[in-house]
């Protein structure tokens, strides 16, 4: 609008001075530039007026690595665009505008990076006259997509070295009643064992995981503190999700998550995996503000576990890792043999005399 306001006072002086000067020859120019002035801007307004945008993405929850397609609708007004350009941002990838006048929906798509929520959008549309004088932009919402961890399959010899690492465990057996985690609510099971706290922070109904009931079961420990790189986190990520789907499988496990204080069972039926999928997907990358500043995990669960699994980031040293439990990251340890590998990550069995600080 600035430009059509200094147009107008160009037409305005060119005007005074043809009637100052008795120069009639001024008054064509200052005339033209009094009318672009105000048609350039009313008709931009004008054609502004009534148009509707909307964007909206085919999926709330894509796994990781597969595009998310994007439906932009777009309504126009009465009026005739004088020039127009559709945009999605933040990328500023240039949409084709459809071609009916009354408007119509343009299908894309978008890649994101990397595990976590994306904000996808706005689409922006800016109108403006075929002078570059005036323009107008018109912004739609935006969407919301949870990008989760993907799973990677493991080979035989990983699930073989798995299970030469199942050890005994070398404790008395614990009480029934002593509560280890939690799994998703089984019809008949009583009312006392519901953990409301968790229903009502999620609106899942979840009940305790006793721990008789998961001596046999694995544990498998995300640590997400200090990670190498943010690269190094979504491998370590990756690498517990396609733990936990291959162990489920074999008669479940344990998953616990930076912040908790305890884990979370997901059985054969992997009705809890969901969930757990989706806060694998949420664990803060490297460097966020808002990151969680867990305790170390608990070794009295650990102790109970027929198997431990510790999932780090870290580089060698700077987390220590439990005697007798794999250990499963981006960055082996030094002089350690590497039993199998998933998701970018070796997993490689600490002995009882730890080489981590050593390493």
């Given at each position: 609008?600035?430009?059509?306001?200094?147009?107008?006072?160009?037409?305005?002086?060119?005007?005074?001075?043809?009637?100052?000067?008795?120069?009639?020859?001024?008054?064509?120019?200052?005339?033209?530039?009094?009318?672009?002035?105000?048609?350039?801007?009313?008709?931009?307004?004008?054609?502004?007026?009534?148009?509707?945008?909307?964007?909206?993405?085919?999926?709330?929850?894509?796994?990781?690595?597969?595009?998310?397609a994007?439906?932009?609708?777009?309504?126009?007004?009465r009026?005739?665009?004088?020039?127009?350009?559709?945009?999605?941002?933040?990328?500023?990838?240039?949409?084709?505008?459809?071609?009916?006048?009354?408007?119509?929906?343009?299908?894309?798509?978008?890649?994101?990076?990397h595990?976590?929520?994306?904000?996808?959008?706005?689409?922006?549309?800016?109108?403006?006259?075929?002078?570059?004088?005036?323009?107008?932009?018109?912004?739609?919402?935006?969407?919301?997509?949870l990008?989760?961890?993907?799973?990677?399959?493991?080979?035989?010899?990983a699930?073989?070295?798995?299970?030469?690492?199942?050890?005994?465990?070398?404790?008395?057996?614990?009480?029934?009643s002593?509560?280890?985690?939690?799994?998703?609510?089984?019809?008949?099971?009583?009312?006392?064992?519901?953990?409301?706290?968790?229903?009502a922070?999620?609106?899942?109904?979840?009940?305790?995981?006793?721990?008789?009931?998961?001596?046999?079961?694995?544990?498998?420990?995300?640590?997400?503190?200090?990670?190498?790189?943010?690269?190094?986190?979504?491998?370590?990520?990756?690498?517990?999700?396609?733990?936990?789907?291959?162990?489920?499988?074999?008669?479940?496990?344990?998953?616990?998550?930076?912040?908790?204080?305890?884990?979370?069972?997901?059985?054969?039926?992997?009705?809890?995996?969901?969930?757990?999928?989706t806060?694998?997907?949420?664990?803060?990358?490297?460097?966020?503000?808002?990151?969680?500043?867990?305790?170390?995990?608990?070794?009295?669960?650990?102790?109970?576990?027929?198997?431990?699994?510790y999932?780090?980031?870290?580089?060698?040293?700077?987390t220590?890792?439990?005697?007798?439990?794999?250990?499963?990251?981006?960055?082996?340890?030094?002089?350690?043999?590497?039993?199998?590998?998933?998701?970018?990550c070796?997993?490689?069995?600490?002995?009882?005399?730890?080489?981590?600080?050593?390493?």
């Amino acid at each position: 609008m600035r430009r059509a306001e200094q147009l107008g006072a160009a037409g305005l002086v060119l005007c005074a001075v043809a009637v100052a000067f008795a120069a009639p020859e001024l008054y064509v120019p200052g005339v033209s530039l009094l009318l672009v002035a105000v048609v350039a801007p009313a008709w931009v307004s004008w054609a502004a007026r009534g148009i509707r945008l909307r964007l909206r993405a085919a999926a709330d929850v894509v796994p990781e690595g597969a595009r998310v397609a994007l439906e932009v609708r777009v309504r126009r007004g009465r009026w005739p665009l004088p020039g127009a350009t559709l945009v999605l941002a933040p990328r500023d990838h240039t949409l084709p505008l459809p071609r009916r006048r009354a408007g119509g929906t343009i299908a894309t798509s978008v890649a994101l990076p990397h595990r976590g929520r994306h904000v996808v959008g706005p689409v922006r549309l800016t109108v403006r006259d075929p002078l570059g004088i005036c323009r107008r932009e018109l912004e739609s919402g935006v969407a919301e997509v949870l990008v989760l961890p993907q799973v990677h399959p493991m080979r035989a010899e990983a699930a073989g070295g798995l299970r030469g690492g199942m050890r005994r465990r070398a404790f008395a057996p614990q009480a029934a009643s002593e509560i280890d985690s939690l799994r998703p609510y089984r019809p008949g099971a009583p009312a006392s064992r519901i953990h409301w706290a968790t229903v009502a922070r999620t609106g899942e109904l979840v009940e305790h995981h006793l721990a008789a009931d998961a001596e046999q079961r694995a544990l498998i420990i995300l640590d997400a503190r200090a990670p190498q790189s943010e690269d190094s986190l979504d491998r370590a990520v990756r690498a517990a999700a396609s733990l936990c789907v291959h162990l489920a499988a074999r008669g479940g496990c344990s998953l616990l998550l930076p912040g908790d204080r305890r884990s979370t069972a997901i059985e054969r039926d992997l009705r809890a995996w969901p969930l757990a999928h989706t806060r694998l997907a949420l664990v803060p990358r490297a460097g966020a503000s808002d990151a969680p500043n867990p305790a170390a995990p608990s070794r009295q669960q650990a102790e109970r576990a027929s198997m431990v699994v510790y999932v780090t980031a870290a580089a060698p040293g700077v987390t220590d890792i439990p005697p007798g439990c794999w250990r499963l990251g981006p960055h082996p340890l030094a002089r350690q043999s590497v039993a199998f590998s998933v998701a970018g990550c070796d997993a490689q069995l600490v002995p009882a005399v730890s080489v981590a600080r050593s390493a």
